[in-house]
């Protein structure tokens, strides 16, 4: 059996793409069925992956010294906010809400939601060193230096989170999309 978790794994396994192949990723935004409810969805992923990126290219510019303690620390603490906030809603109503109703949709892809799931554990605790992370560096805005070599520490492990959540992002949209898609999403609301 091929390990799914989502430390490991590349995507998802052909037998949970099945809708895709019927639903390939370049043609959503063409569909007729590419609704309100689907764009506000990616929106949301573009969001968290814009956020990611932000918070990175911040530590970089920090390390480099072309921003200054406290404007860094000011933006990683409100698109860190913004970040941790946002993901554990999001998980949250797909969890409670969108996962549970999509995973009855189809039976052959059933089992994705429960992959999908794991992730969101997963994210979690990296959420979790996330925090611990960010808030370790907060505390040392006035000591620039020492600042400066745990937001390098901070910038590595980010590029592992940034990692980590595309893949989850990506196995995510490519399992839901193709299922709204194909089964429409006013029965969703």
Do not use: C
Request: proline share 4%; charged share 30%.
């Amino acid at each position: 059996m091929e390990n799914l978790r989502l430390s490991d794994r590349e995507r998802l396994p052909d037998a949970l793409r099945v809708l895709l192949a019927d639903y390939p990723r370049d043609m959503w935004a063409t569909d007729p069925d590419f609704d309100g409810l689907i764009k506000f969805w990616l929106d949301r992923h573009m969001m968290f992956r814009k956020i990611v990126a932000t918070m990175q290219s911040d530590a970089r510019s920090f390390i480099d010294n072309k921003i200054d303690p406290a404007t860094f620390a000011s933006r990683l603490s409100r698109y860190g906010g913004m970040f941790v906030n946002g993901l554990h809603e999001h998980h949250t109503i797909e969890d409670t809400h969108y996962f549970p109703q999509l995973a009855t949709k189809d039976p052959r892809i059933e089992s994705g939601f429960d992959i999908l799931d794991k992730d969101h554990h997963d994210i979690d605790k990296l959420l979790n060193t996330f925090v611990e992370r960010a808030n370790g560096i907060l505390q040392q805005r006035d000591q620039a230096n020492t600042m400066r070599t745990a937001v390098g520490h901070f910038e590595t492990e980010m590029t592992d989170l940034e990692r980590l959540l595309d893949r989850h992002l990506n196995d995510e949209e490519e399992l839901v999309v193709p299922v709204i898609l194909k089964f429409g999403s006013a029965s969703l609301s």
